[in-house]
């Protein structure tokens, strides 16, 4: 899904891809649905991170403590036949294909051992003219494992979130309105990141079981 919406890739093309990343003994089995580690695996996961030189900058921080072990990591019960994809601490030199799909696997792996993100939602109710207007969105307090991503220029997917800068209750200044004129639209056929989720949850809607 997230290869499909960065990249254009299909899921054919990123399967092939990662299969030819765990055979290079870069990355682990590819082809599972769990998204969780075992509890034996949590003393590798230093030696893992230690490993991805590439990351240094991002593998330094978490390196410094004692990793935490996680519940929404770690968990033997919650795995099949075999664990999430995660990298091997393995580098190798990779074409520009085979490296967007590694970083994003490395990146997800290294994101779950940061702290969490904190946010305010924040709902705003301003007047102008006597006329009520409201927007709402979120403020990053901590960004937490976001740091991890990158926002890139190039990628396809849209950031569905609105950031909303500091209010101040009361505060009051110029505003030059602008008005934006749209017209109804169909709902959008699936790409292949959408219809691989609709598919997780496929049946979601009818109720005849």
């Known amino acids: 899904v997230e290869c499909n919406n960065k990249f254009g890739y299909t899921a054919e093309q990123t399967l092939k891809i990662v299969q030819k990343l765990y055979e290079q003994k870069l990355v682990t089995y590819p082809r599972v649905d769990t998204t969780f580690l075992p509890d034996d695996m949590y003393p590798k996961v230093a030696g893992i991170l230690r490993n991805l030189t590439q990351y240094s900058k991002l593998t330094a921080p978490l390196l410094e403590n004692k990793i935490k072990k996680s519940k929404r990591v770690f968990d033997s019960k919650k795995v099949t036949d075999h664990h999430a994809i995660v990298p091997t601490g393995i580098e190798g030199q ?61 990628s396809k997917t849209k950031d569905a979130e609105v950031l909303m800068p500091t209010f101040t209750k009361g505060e009051s200044g110029l505003h030059i309105p602008s008005f934006l004129e749209k017209e109804t639209k169909p709902p959008k056929n699936y790409s292949e990141a959408t219809l691989l989720r609709a598919m997780e949850t496929a049946g979601k809607q009818v109720e005849d079981d």
């Open 94 to 154: 990779l074409s520009n294909y085979d490296a967007n799909v590694y970083d994003v696997i490395t990146r997800r792996f290294i994101a779950v051992f940061y702290p969490e993100c904190e946010v305010s939602n924040t709902a705003v109710i301003g007047q102008a003219a006597k006329t009520t207007f409201k927007a709402t969105g979120k403020e990053i307090l901590v960004p937490g494992w976001r740091v991890v991503f990158p926002k890139s220029k190039s």
